[in-house]
DNA sequence: ATGACTGATGGAATCAGA
């Protein structure tokens, strides 16, 4: 069972794109991010046709969650993460699907720190780990996969002077990232390959994907049940060179079915 | 330190992204 990530920055501006991907890999279950597409606009209809049931959480202009399942319907858990009903952001959506929950999450950026943005940042980690500790235990395979917006560590990121003072490489924002994944967690592309560098994200600007000066922000998270099965885990970095590509890649892991 | 690039909205310029 194969199950993806991908920050598709803008759903329908990049439908194509997506449509090919799809064809050519054909994941099991997909976590899109960014939708940048109101509820009502999510292109479910085109989804269909490539052979995907989609759950979706959209908001207008930004964020914006979905879940794909391939020649299924993925059943809702939830959307939203508990502890702040002021909170309008779409960025987490929960399915099962084929005995595998996942939860799709869309994290904040943080920047400028410090401030409200990082305020924010951080505090929603609160939330998502708060989450997490109701499905670390469970008796079947969860995946946490989406944009996680942290550079874990240093081997994470081409040149860590670069990001120092951004939000998605701050102490705090790596604490929480390790606080979360000290549950039992499995940082499924680190865990399978400890000493490669490998990044999800490149930015638009000065060739970054051409100079390879990426980070790695996008991640799918395993409980014990999910990491017993794991068989294999990248990224396809070779999506991000396309012509009019999201500026990260995705990301998937191999689990065995079960 | 700054800016470069992109999508969505709305029909220009702005916001947000990372």
């Given amino acids: 069972m194969r199950i993806a990530t991908f920050n598709v920055n803008g759903v329908n501006g990049r439908i194509d794109l997506l449509a090919d991907w799809l064809g050519e890999t054909s994941p099991d279950v997909v976590c899109l991010q960014e939708l940048k597409a109101p509820e009502e606009k999510f ?11 989609a759950i979706w ?12 399942a391939r020649g299924c319907e993925p059943i809702e858990t939830g959307r939203g993460l508990r502890g702040d009903p002021e909170d309008m952001q779409s960025r987490y959506i929960e399915a099962a699907v084929r005995g595998v929950l996942i939860g799709c999450l869309y994290l904040p950026n943080g920047n400028p720190q410090p401030g409200p943005k990082f305020d924010y940042k951080l ?31 240093d081997a994470d990121v081409y040149k860590p002077e670069r990001w120092k003072d951004d939000a998605l490489m701050q102490p705090e924002s790596r604490e929480a990232f390790f606080r979360l994944t000290a549950q039992g967690w499995t940082d499924a592309i680190r865990h399978l390959h400890p000493d490669e560098r490998i990044y999800t994200f490149w930015d638009y600007w000065r060739n970054a994907f051409g100079r390879d000066a990426g980070i790695r922000i996008d991640h799918l998270l395993l409980n014990p049940v999910a990491a017993k099965g794991l068989k294999s885990a990248g990224v396809d970095r070779e999506v991000r060179g396309r012509e009019g590509t999201s500026d990260h890649a995705p990301a998937w892991v191999e689990l065995e079915d079960r």
């Fill in 43 to 53: 292109p479910a209809a085109r989804l269909e046709k490539a052979g995907y049931g």
């Fill in 57 to 68: 959480h959209g908001q207008a202009r930004w964020n914006g969650v979905a879940i794909l």
């Fill in 123 to 153: 505090a929603w980690m609160e939330r998502l780990i708060a989450r997490a500790a109701d499905l670390i235990g469970l008796d079947e395979p969860v995946v946490l996969a989406g944009d996680y917006n942290v550079i874990p560590t």
